[in-house]
């Protein structure tokens, strides 16, 4: 009885499954059991064209091909391949006992890709592993480490190849990306602005709160009127954010793939902008069948961007609690429960009243302050509270200029990665815990009698204080200053939504 290596896809994570082949005396029939999928079952259609079509003559007996172990629930096309080689190769003696089959098979023979492949072999390959696959998929799947690529093109081709002991690992590209390296560390970005810092004109304080953030990956909330730029800021922040290792590219890549998109690779950090009338399952994830992930957790480890934030529902508000605090989303359903990692840069733009114009000096504000109260009673305090940077913009001017281009700010800001990286510290300011701001977070004996006195005069809570404290490190970092000053708290102060 011949035995092949295959995996499936079990929520997040990859699961071995062992193809089993058997030819019984009796009634030819072509049989499938260990709780496969439509998608399998339709398998022995596809697997009996490409045998037939490569030669194979079915012998008069019963086939059975059992997926272990059994009371795991399997889908996929791509156990086509391993299917068709336990039945193609039941009568050799061949040693395939630690390598990995997968593929779907055309009706002609030929061996297909599938979505399913990236997320299934970056999950097995947390320990080195050998898979055969579709030579289609070599480009992709070869970006993935710990794992030896054998590429096939036809059924034919992965037969002749297992029999005669001439399978052949892929060669492995570089990386066409340019990149840093901290400790041994490759760190890859784009230097690419199709959205640039040059086109926003004035707002200094904005762009210069937009640098913060970027550095530490702070969520930040700009309030202003209408046109004034708030979106135009938070677009191109994403062209500015740190580099990416490897491993956050791959993570990136796998999500996307789970939620049926198309993967590309590139070491930019994703953008999510849903529109405030979308529901809630599509932003948080969910589905009946495999809980797909949402907008939260697609914009993991780059940024969520909530444009007229006041406007979202108030159970999408309040449910973006826990992704801000906990970095992870929770989808619960009776029978599942998949986790998905959210830790992304949120950035909220919000006009100052209904109708915008309350912080305009031209225009007159149309809304009664029951209306003004009203509309900002929308957004909680804790919500509120887990969002570090607060920044009012200021009105236009026909005498504002551009005063930097994102060339120059990415520089800055990959030059303050570097600075944060050697000092050991692997996580973003903006995501320290308790321990490492106690850790990281130094201050001078100034700085220390300043934050004191904030916290008398203006009754800072637990999690305000430690706020301050992340984003003082960002500004030090900027400065590349061990210490944070009497400066960097005075700054991060500035920033802090008053009453």
């Known amino acids: 009885m011949q035995k092949l290596l295959c995996a499936t896809l079990q929520e997040v994570e990859a699961k071995r499954v062992e193809v089993e082949c058997a030819f019984d005396r009796a009634l030819p029939a072509f049989s499938i059991v260990g709780l496969a999928s439509n998608s399998i079952q339709e398998a022995k259609e596809r697997v009996k064209s490409a045998l037939l079509a490569n030669g194979f003559k079915f012998p008069p007996q019963k086939i059975t091909i059992n997926l272990a172990p059994s009371d795991l629930k399997k889908s996929g096309s791509h156990f086509d391949l391993a299917i068709a080689l336990s039945v193609a190769l039941q009568k050799d003696k061949v040693d395939l006992n630690d390598v990995y089959i997968f593929g779907e098979l055309g009706l002609d023979g030929r061996v297909k890709?599938?979505?399913?492949?990236?997320?299934?072999?970056?999950?097995?390959?947390?320990?080195?592993?050998?898979?055969?696959?579709?030579?289609?998929?070599?480009?992709?799947?070869?970006?993935?480490?710990?794992?030896?690529?054998?590429?096939?093109?036809?059924?034919?081709?992965?037969?002749?190849?297992?029999?005669?002991?001439?399978?052949?690992?892929?060669?492995?590209?570089?990386?066409?990306?340019?990149?840093?390296?901290?400790?041994?560390?490759?760190?890859?970005?784009?230097?690419?602005?199709?959205?640039?810092?040059?086109?926003?004109?004035?707002?200094?304080?904005?762009?210069?709160?937009?640098?913060?953030?970027a550095v530490g990956m702070h969520n930040i909330l700009f309030e202003g009127s209408p046109g004034c730029g708030k979106s135009m800021i938070a677009k191109r922040m994403r062209y500015i954010l740190p580099p990416l290792s490897m491993a956050e590219i791959l993570e990136i890549a796998k999500l996307k793939t789970?939620?049926?998109?198309?993967?590309?690779?590139?070491?930019?950090?994703?953008?999510?902008?849903?529109?405030?009338?979308?529901t809630k399952a599509?932003?948080?994830?969910?589905?009946?069948?495999?809980?797909?992930?949402?907008?939260?957790?697609?914009?993991?480890?780059?940024?969520?961007?909530?444009?007229?934030?006041?406007?979202?529902?108030?159970?999408?508000?309040?449910?973006?609690?826990?992704?801000?605090?906990?970095?992870?989303?929770?989808i619960s359903r009776v029978n599942l429960k998949v986790e998905y990692p959210s830790d992304f840069l949120f950035i909220a733009a919000q006009n100052p009243c209904p109708c915008g114009n309350l912080l305009h000096p031209d225009r007159e504000c149309r809304c009664s302050e029951r209306e003004i109260a009203r509309y900002k009673a929308k957004i909680s305090e804790p919500l509120l509270d887990r969002i570090e940077l607060y920044v009012q913009m200021q009105p236009i001017s026909s005498e504002d200029r551009p005063t930097f281009d994102s060339k120059t700010?990415?520089?800055?800001?990959?030059?303050?990665?570097?600075?944060?990286?050697?000092?050991?510290?692997?996580?973003?300011?903006?995501?320290?815990?308790?321990?490492?701001?106690?850790q990281f977070c130094q201050l001078e004996p100034e700085a220390q009698m300043v934050l004191e006195k904030a916290v008398h005069n203006l009754a800072l809570s637990m999690r305000a204080i430690a706020n301050i404290k992340k984003v003082a490190r960002s500004i030090a970092d900027l400065q590349e200053s061990e210490k944070i000053t009497k400066g960097h708290i005075l700054e991060a102060l500035s920033f802090r939504k008053r009453g």
């Open 409 to 438: 700010v990415h520089q800055m800001v990959r030059k303050a990665f570097i600075f944060r990286q050697k000092r050991g510290q692997s996580t973003f300011n903006g995501s320290l815990q308790e321990a490492q701001i106690e």
């Open 113 to 213: 890709d599938t979505k399913v492949l990236f997320p299934l072999l970056l999950s097995l390959a947390k320990e080195p592993i050998k898979a055969i696959v579709p030579k289609q998929s070599v480009p992709k799947l070869s970006l993935i480490p710990n794992i030896t690529l054998y590429p096939v093109e036809t059924l034919q081709e992965a037969i002749e190849k297992i029999t005669q002991q001439k399978l052949q690992p892929t060669k492995t590209s570089s990386y066409p990306y340019p990149y840093i390296s901290v400790k041994e560390q490759k760190y890859y970005y784009v230097e690419e602005y199709p959205l640039d810092f040059f086109e926003v004109k004035g707002q200094e304080n904005a762009k210069r709160a937009a640098l913060i953030a």
């Open 282 to 330: 599509s932003i948080f994830g969910g589905g009946s069948g495999l809980a797909r992930p949402g907008e939260v957790a697609l914009a993991h480890r780059g940024i969520l961007f909530f444009d007229e934030f006041p406007h979202f529902s108030k159970s999408v508000l309040e449910a973006l609690r826990e992704p801000l605090q906990d970095r992870r989303v929770l």
């Open 258 to 278: 789970l939620a049926a998109e198309e993967p590309d690779f590139v070491p930019l950090r994703p953008f999510r902008q849903p529109h405030h009338s979308s």
